[in-house]
Structure formats: structure tokens, C-alpha cells
């Protein structure tokens, strides 16, 4: 039995702590996308983490964490929050493992990165410069090197290959780098992951499920980012959706169980790209504040809206989703007013769907008000303490998405979680 985990909207929903706080029911926990643009942040006892690669589970020690396939891994960054979680109780040489498939990025895939973004000038994306897309081009492109590469007695020369292509792109774009400062580290940190569990993953996981070992998948980024799905051209360069499971960890769709789909509670987008209910004013500031919007591995700021639910039904649709979670919903008191886009206008007609052209369509968001709370919901714990007019802005989501929200996180804290019944 697997179980999903993943983000219904352009990504920082919360997905790490709630992986977090459901990993005492699972034996496992996998990442099936995505690589160190992610940023996970998990609290508890005090201390904050933020995993970029590694599974949320780790620091449950009897759990077997697996860095699936699908995944692009950065040995210099994987190395880093190795030893830092280390530093912090985890002992992933005992738990984690790393699939033989899952792909490398190299040092010239993030100057690619650099050199592509700063050539498309103001028509660049917002990329977050770790060499994610370069990689998965690679991986596409049926040319890139993969973690049990590392193993291979000839990997140098495989390196060496890939490089020579990069270095025709670098000099296509005129870009000028230096690759001595960053080659050191790199096989400094190859040499260090080769003394982890290297594993042939999809044989891996089948024998954990005859063995009726229970999963849980964990995403990356959010549905609205998805490759294929998102707001093209503004979205990662991985099936972000829960069809990404079966590509990113090798395991069939009647596998597949739980889908836990995760909103905030109100929105947020890091970088370029379509986002109709933004707030580029004073509330929209008020949001970045208290919610600390601010990303968990970029540090860039996070603009700011009020709750989409045209985005949402759209995620819930493709995802398939059975278990709703909201998250942030502590970040929302204070307000006066606590506003909804239900509907949105586009050439003067209403509708609920996600155009083609999202990117360049003209949407005017048709909004419901609700009144606010001021309220300190970080202390709650039962649903019935929960302020009314809160539960009335929760009931009005759940009746237009057709779905009860089944967990309210109200704080960034694993015990600062509610359940509803």
C-alpha cells in the first residue's frame, strides 16, 4: 500500500511537516520528484529543519527513507544536509537510501541554469539556479548521469563527456565561469555518498510492499507547478501530480491508496508566472509576514494571495485526492475580512476553469467575503474550540470543492496540528 503526500497549489503548502507528523503510521517514506529547489521545514522540540532532498521521515529512526528515481540529486547540497542533520540526532547512514536511477546534477547544470535564466532576460521564469531543468533535460535527453554512475569504473570519463556538452552550451551563451571552483566539492561529495545504501529502488519498494510494509510518497513543489499540468511555461521540470508517483518511484497505479492533498489557506507563488488572486498590496504584505513567506531554501520572498479554489477543484481533479489538508490557517487571524475567489471572469463570461492560456489570459477573480477571526488559533487543539467564523470559511471551501478538510495545521509545529473528526 502506498500512500501520497503532495501540494495542490504552486508548492509551499506545508507538505514537510505534515509528512512529519504522518510518518509514525508508515515504515517508509519516499520522494518521488523534484530535487533541491524543495525545501521541507520540519519543527518540533524546539528546532527547525529544512530538507531539500532527503525524505521527510528521517528523524523517525525506525522509518526507511528512500530518495526515489524520479528525483534529481545535487551530491554537494545531499552532502551538506547530510551531515547537518546528522549533526541534529538523524542517522541516515542506517536509514536512508538512495536510488541506483535516480539522476546527478553537475556542476555545469547549474551554470547552464544561470547562464539559460540570464539570457532570457525579462522573459525568465524564476528559476531558482540548482540546475534542476538543465538535469532533467539531460534525463530527457537521454545523456545524463545517473547515482549508480557514481560506481562505474569509467564514471570520470562519463563525467567528462557531459561536460564537453555543457561547455559548447556555456559558450553559446557567452557565459563566463570558472568550473575549478566548484569541481572540488563535487567529487568530494561523490566519494561521500558512495558509503550510503545505493539501492535498484522499484525492487526495493515491490518487496517492502509483499512484505505489506506501508509507504508514504512524498512530493515536491505543488500540482500548479506540475510539468505538463502547471502554468506553463512557469513550472518545474517534474510530474509533480500524483501520476508522478508510479514514474518517480516504479510502482503501478493499483498501488496507490490515501491521497493527501495539501492547500494553504490562503495562496503563495515563488518567482514568475500567472497568479490571479495576488495581493500586491497591503494585505498581500500583511500575509507575507505573519505566514514568514519567505522561502524555506531560496529565501526569496513568496507573493501572496488570497484562497483560489478554481486551482483548487483543477488539483483535487488531477490528483485524485481522499484526505484534505489545510495548512497556515493560524496566519489568517487578525483580519477583518477573510476573502475566497470562487469564480473567475475572462472575457466577460464566469467559469471554474484553468484556460490554456493561463499565462497570458485576462482573469478578474470573483470573490466571497467571509468575516474574520482574531482568535490565536496556534493553541487550539480541538476542532470545537476552532472560532465559528472560521469553520464558516472552512465548510463554504469544503462544500464548493465537494471534499471535508480532514487536518487543520495551525502552526509550523508537529503538535500544532488539528484533526477533525
Not at 522509518?63 to 541516515?92: F, H, M, W
Not at 555543457?166 to 575549478?180: A, P, V
Not at 492533498?261 to 497591503?282: D, L, M, W
Request: overall charge neutral; glycine content about 10%.
Amino acid at each position: 500500500m502506498i500512500d501520497v503526500v503532495l501540494g495542490l497549489q504552486w508548492g509551499d503548502e506545508g507538505k514537510g511537516k505534515i509528512v512529519d507528523v504522518l510518518t509514525p503510521q508508515y515504515d517508509v517514506v519516499a520522494r518521488f520528484q523534484g530535487g533541491p529547489n524543495a525545501g521541507h521545514t520540519l519543527e518540533f522540540n524546539g528546532q527547525k529543519h529544512v530538507l531539500n532532498t532527503i525524505p521527510s521521515g528521517i528523524f523517525h529512526h525506525d522509518c526507511i527513507n528512500i530518495i526515489g528515481n524520479g528525483v534529481v540529486i545535487d551530491p554537494v547540497t545531499l552532502k551538506k544536509e547530510i551531515d547537518k542533520i546528522s549533526s541534529s540526532g538523524a542517522n541516515p547512514k542506517k536509514n536512508l537510501y538512495i536510488s541506483q536511477k535516480a539522476h546527478l546534477i553537475l556542476p555545469t547544470h547549474r551554470l547552464v541554469d544561470a547562464a539559460s535564466e540570464a539570457h532570457k532576460g525579462e522573459h525568465k521564469i524564476g528559476s531558482t539556479l540548482r540546475g534542476i531543468s538543465p538535469t532533467y533535460q539531460d534525463k530527457i535527453g537521454r545523456s545524463g548521469l545517473r547515482i549508480g554512475d557514481i560506481l562505474a569504473p569509467n564514471f570520470k570519463a562519463k563525467y567528462d563527456t557531459a561536460v564537453a556538452n555543457h561547455k559548447m552550451l556555456l559558450d553559446r551563451f557567452n557565459f563566463k565561469y570558472d568550473l575549478s571552483e566548484h569541481e572540488p566539492a563535487f567529487f568530494e561529495a561523490i566519494e561521500f555518498i558512495k558509503q550510503f545504501q545505493i539501492i535498484n529502488s522499484e525492487y526495493f519498494i515491490h518487496d517492502l510492499l509483499s512484505k505489506g510494509k506501508k509507504i508514504l510518497a512524498e512530493g515536491a513543489q505543488g500540482t500548479l507547478l506540475d510539468i505538463d499540468f502547471g502554468s506553463y511555461p512557469f513550472v518545474t521540470s517534474s510530474n509533480t501530480i500524483t501520476g508522478g508517483v508510479c514514474s518517480g518511484l516504479g510502482v503501478s497505479p493499483s498501488k496507490i491508496n490515501k491521497v493527501y492533498g495539501i492547500f494553504k489557506a490562503y495562496c503563495t507563488r515563488v518567482g514568475s508566472g500567472p497568479f490571479p488572486t495576488e495581493q500586491e498590496n497591503e494585505t498581500g504584505e500583511k500575509l507575507r509576514k505573519l505566514g514568514f513567506e519567505f522561502g524555506a531554501t531560496t529565501g526569496r520572498p513568496r507573493r501572496t494571495g488570497w484562497l483560489d479554489l478554481p486551482t483548487l477543484k483543477y488539483a483535487l481533479m488531477l490528483n485524485g485526492v481522499t484526505d484534505l489538508i489545510c495548512t497556515k490557517s493560524d496566519v489568517l487571524s487578525g483580519f477583518d475580512e477573510v476573502l475566497v475567489c470562487d469564480e473567475y471572469e475572462i472575457e466577460g463570461k464566469r467559469t471554474n476553469e484553468i484556460p490554456f492560456n493561463v499565462a497570458d489570459a485576462k482573469i478578474t477573480p470573483q470573490y466571497k467575503t467571509f468575516k474574520g477571526w482574531s482568535e490565536d488559533l496556534s493553541v487550539i487543539k480541538d476542532y470545537e474550540k476552532l472560532p465559528q467564523t472560521f469553520k464558516e470559511y472552512m465548510n463554504y471551501v469544503a462544500e464548493q470543492i465537494g471534499l471535508n478538510v480532514n487536518v487543520i495545521s495551525v502552526g509550523p509545529d508537529r503538535e500544532q496540528t488539528v484533526f477533525v473528526k
